[in-house]
């Protein structure tokens, strides 16, 4: 039986959508066995039973993973990616523990990482928001800032960075992910919904991650992303932690003793940075809660 090299292009329950480069079809497929699991982005080799239905053979190696980890599962979000557009809003209010974490993963996956500011359109009503202190901050951190307003197709800004890439979007239910495909890719038209007023937070319409591509050669490609409140990160190490985030990192090695926990021990570079306000100790409490998550107990992000 002859076999076929495809890219996953979503993944839904047991089956998976299979482009081929080659005939420029889409197969939908099931895996041979039951353990191969594939996500979106994984290139495999299929066999064709019948028409455009086919059956996943083999996954091949990926260059990097996008994943978050809890006590009690991983979820794969997707794999091969270049690079990971995280996207908070002005409303719902957006979570810096959320966005502390999406940049570790990126940067633990050497995978580029840009924050995506949407809508735009409310920052003038919002005077006391916590995105006024973010973004300057994240800028001056060496974070790629890109503020948008989807609702109002004003996104021109992101497609430059989105070139002959493949880029995942993440972000909080109701920050606008699909809101931006949409305006990315007139006619698309995803599946989108307004914020709920009544529980205070997005309710997103995606439920796997999928890919779209915003040229005809195919060599850009975003993947939409199902909205998240919560991104677990159980397993990294606190070196791993503190080396992805460009305000700690400095001082790794720094301190005095070389088992040092940054905590009470004297001479301390992190302790000594906070004091001298070279540190903030807002970010230094959140990664404190992430590091303890991922040695042992789960913190909500």
Not at 38 to 49: A, E, F, H, P, T
Not at 246 to 273: I, M, S, V, W
């Amino acid at each position: 039986m002859s076999q076929y090299y495809g890219q996953v292009i979503a993944r839904q329950g047991k089956r998976a959508n299979v482009w081929l480069p080659a005939s420029q079809e889409i197969v939908l497929c099931h895996a041979r066995r039951q353990q191969l699991q594939v996500v979106c982005g994984d290139w495999v080799d299929i066999s064709i039973i019948s028409g455009l239905e086919g059956v996943v053979e083999k996954c091949h190696p990926r260059k990097n993973v996008f994943s978050r980890r809890d006590e009690v599962r991983t979820k794969t979000i997707a794999a091969n990616v270049d690079q990971v557009f995280g996207v908070l809003a002005w409303d719902p209010l957006p979570s810096e523990s959320l966005l502390m974490r999406w940049i570790l993963v990126a940067h633990v996956q050497k995978v580029n990482f840009v924050l995506i500011v949407n809508k735009r359109d409310l920052a003038q009503h919002l005077p006391e928001h916590p995105l006024w202190e973010w973004i300057p901050r994240y800028r001056n951190l060496g974070i790629t800032v890109i503020e948008v307003s989807a609702q109002d197709s004003e996104i021109e800004a992101i497609r430059e960075p989105l070139q002959h890439k493949t880029t995942v979007l993440i972000g909080q239910s109701g920050a606008g992910k699909s809101s931006i495909i949409n305006a990315l890719i007139p006619g698309l038209n995803l599946s989108t919904r307004e914020l709920s007023e009544a529980m205070g937070s997005g309710r997103h319409t995606t439920t796997t991650t999928q890919l779209y591509w915003l040229d005809e050669a195919r060599q850009t490609a975003v993947m939409d992303s199902p909205g998240m409140q919560t991104f677990g990160v159980k397993g990294l190490s606190q070196q791993e932690i503190l080396a992805s985030c460009p305000d700690f990192a400095p001082y790794l090695g720094k301190c005095r003793f070389r088992n040092c926990q940054h905590d009470r021990e004297p001479d301390c570079a992190f302790t000594e940075a906070i004091s001298a306000g070279k540190i903030t100790e807002e970010r230094w409490d959140i990664i404190q809660e992430i590091i303890a998550e991922a040695e042992g107990a789960v913190i909500a992000g």
